[in-house]
């Protein structure tokens, strides 16, 4: 992910891609799409927030889709919480926090030297080969794995780097806390906590790298409204969906989702 130019009016330009103006339908179709995606997220299926950057980047620079996104992740993380607020297990937090502060630090010491397409190919690469095992090699009743700290420090690092890069976080972290065997509230509750933790300390980078757009103000207030919407939305259908059916639509998003990073990080690297 290079960083942005430093100092002067240069660093607060949006590098919008040439023919796609502000107002323009493509724009505000794929803005509306991804942050909805960034609410269903925040809802309780964390793979969908993988999906915004790369949507919002057929139009705009990725870079800047991701500071441009940034605000609504955060806003929608605090109804999130609130939604979430009696199914968050808070000794996993304490672990992930450690991980995610050191991804998060790794994620900006590295900004000027990752590429952000070879980074969504690891994602990828990550998520696919965890799903396809969990999907083909797991038991339907295979016991749940126990709390191990190391495990869980490593996981939460590589989704605090991978989230600061790209906000595709999930993909490491759905390693980590899907064998866990979580019920299902508790599962979506402290993944909303973890990436609520993640976005909060993006902020004082993302500043100083240049991606935060203060301009874009005007387009984050109005994509705030499909981002709440479509964290009650997936609130209230993961609360009425059963236990396994919750568990195999997390692994078929996560592979998908997985499947789109590294199809659109080779179509960019070739």
């Not at 499909?226 to 236990?243: D, K, Q, S, T």
Request: positive net charge; proline residues 6%.
């Amino acid at each position: 992910m290079a960083a942005a130019p430093e100092g002067g009016a240069d660093r607060h330009v949006i590098p919008w891609r040439k023919g796609t103006p502000l107002e323009g339908a493509l724009f505000w179709v794929l803005a509306v799409t991804a942050a909805f995606c960034v609410g269903l997220s925040k809802g309780g299926a964390p793979a969908f927030g993988s999906l915004a950057v790369p949507i919002l980047s057929i139009a705009i620079n990725p870079l800047t889709a991701a500071g441009l996104l940034l605000p609504v992740f955060i806003f929608s993380d605090v109804f999130g919480l609130w939604a979430y607020r009696k199914h968050i297990n808070f000794a996993l937090i304490r672990i992930a926090l450690i991980g995610i502060v050191i991804g998060t630090g790794i994620g900006w010491a590295t900004a000027h030297l990752v590429t952000e397409d070879l980074v969504r190919i690891i994602i990828g690469v990550i998520g696919l080969v965890f799903s396809v095992n969990f999907l083909f090699r797991r038991k339907p009743d295979a016991a749940a794995r126990p709390v191990h700290k190391g495990e869980g420090v490593f996981w939460t690092t590589v989704a605090g780097f991978t989230s600061f890069v790209s906000h595709s976080g999930a993909p490491p972290w759905q390693v980590w806390a899907v064998p866990l065997g979580l019920p299902k509230m508790v599962f979506a509750g402290t993944s909303t906590a973890a990436f609520a933790t993640m976005n909060i300390l993006k902020v004082v980078p993302y500043y100083f790298l240049g991606q935060l757009q203060f301009e874009s103000l005007q387009i984050t207030l109005i994509l705030f409204v499909p981002a709440v919407i479509a964290v009650f939305v997936a609130y209230h259908l993961i609360r009425i969906l059963p236990e396994k059916v919750f568990y195999s639509a997390v692994i078929w998003m996560l592979l998908a989702v997985s499947i789109k990073l590294i199809w659109d990080g080779v179509g960019a690297l070739v």
